[in-house]
């Protein structure tokens, strides 16, 4: 089976990529060189405050290929693609970190791969060596963790450097969630997929974005937004009390049957230590009910998931944003 791609349009995310972003641009048109397909490259700019709108203007200028979606501020990874995809309009589309990380060479094949007949090419990272001890710990440890709770199987080392096809892509923009998580939203929705394989590369320049609490943020999202288990996990805790109550209660009674009740010494510990379990795990339940209320809060009130200051290049597309 073959598809019919003719246009492919490459989403990037960027926050203060200045030192970057023009050596990716670079290698990105290396990558594709020999290639035959209509390439688009719309580069997200999420709100930076350090001269990559500056660089992606010129580089605009020096390629019309370019388009340019400036966010009003920093939304964060996930809603800068959101604002990329939402735009797009290609055959095929690809999503892609602007540091360097994501080897643009690994592009061709998988355009090969859609060719093939895969609605969706998912670039997984291999152990990466050069991550930090804390950065490949508390990855595995998310991916351990959302694997258990959550009900999408969510592939360890798959960021957001993939592939979609075009039924893939309008599928994606019915989503309106406002918490994204979008590995997590494209395992969801099924579709003929294939992993492909590749080392990560150096950090063109600069450091992560990725702060503690933009991963933490992210874990959240994955969790929360993925899965009631938390939830049951709760309710069954809840039970497990129950019955020890019960059994507790029993054996109380035992002695009172058995008229042994004056051998029922007064424990104060004891009951301290009840108390304190249970105290605990009913402050841990209303948190948990606390974040999912918290998630409806945000969800019912439908915000855009960000916002768009300008565009420059190419005319948008005909398509309105699907995202609320
Ligand atoms: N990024 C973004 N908004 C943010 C944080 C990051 O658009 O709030 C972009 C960033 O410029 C890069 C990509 O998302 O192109 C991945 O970020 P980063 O390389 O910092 O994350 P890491 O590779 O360390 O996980
Ligand atoms: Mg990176």
Known sequence: MTTSIQSVEIIIPLYNEAESVAA??????????DLSYR????????GSSDGTARILEQLQQQDARVRIIELSRNFGHQAALSAGLDAADADAVITMDGDGEHPPALIPQMLAQAEAGYDIVIAMRQEDQQASWVKRSTSSAFYWLINRVGDTRIIPGAADFRLITRPVLDSLRQFHEYHRFLRGMVAWMGYRSIKLPYSPARRIDGKSKFTFKKMFSLANQAIFSFSLVPLYFVISLGGIFLLLALAEGLYVLSFWVSGQQSGLAPGWSSLMFVLLIIGGTIMISLGIIGVYLGYIFQEVKRRPVYLVRRTLGRTQSSQPPLTP
Not at 24 to 33: G, K, L, N, R, S
Not at 39 to 46: G, H, N, P
Request: charged share 10%; net charge negative.
């Open 39 to 46: 390439f688009l490259f719309t580069y997200v700019d999420d």
């Open 24 to 33: 990716f641009h670079q290698q990105v048109c290396t990558a594709i060189a």
